[in-house]
C-alpha cells in the first residue's frame, strides 16, 4: 500500500476530489498553505493499493492547472520598502509525494 500525498491549488480541488472519490479512490482533504507564497492551497491524502497510484497520480495531473503567478522584486529601501520589478513564476499543476505504508488499520 501506498500513502499519496498531493498539494494541489485551491482552485482546482473540487474538481480533483469528485474525480477521485468518483473513481472510488477514498481521499482526506487538509487545508494547507506554501512556504514561499503563503497563499492556501490543499493537500491530498490518498492510501491506494500499489497498483493504483499511476491512476491517482494521472486523475490528480488531469485536473491540476499551471499557473503563472506574478511577485514583486528588488524592493527599494528596508524602511519604505516598495517593489520596482515583477518576477513570473509557474505555480503548479500539483506536488506529489508517494510514500510506502508500513501497516494499515481501520478500527
Ligand atoms: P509555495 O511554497 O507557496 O510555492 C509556490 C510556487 O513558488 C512554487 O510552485 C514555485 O514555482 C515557486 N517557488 C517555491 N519556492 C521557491 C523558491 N525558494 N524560489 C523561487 N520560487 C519558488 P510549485 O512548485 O508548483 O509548488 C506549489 C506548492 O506546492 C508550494 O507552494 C508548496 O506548498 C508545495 N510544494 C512544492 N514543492 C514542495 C516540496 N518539495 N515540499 C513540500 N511542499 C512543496
Known sequence: ???????????????????????????????????????GNTTFLCGVEDDRVDEVISIIAQYSKKRVESIPT??????????VGVQQIIVGGATIFVLGVERHERV
Open 74 to 83: 528588488g524592493f527599494s529601501s528596508e524602511i519604505m520598502p516598495m517593489a
Open 1 to 39: 500500500m501506498k500513502l499519496i500525498f498531493a498539494i494541489v491549488n485551491n482552485d482546482d480541488s473540487s474538481i480533483v476530489t469528485s474525480k477521485l472519490t468518483k473513481n472510488k479512490i477514498n481521499v482526506t482533504k487538509i487545508a494547507s498553505t506554501g512556504g514561499f507564497l503563503s497563499a
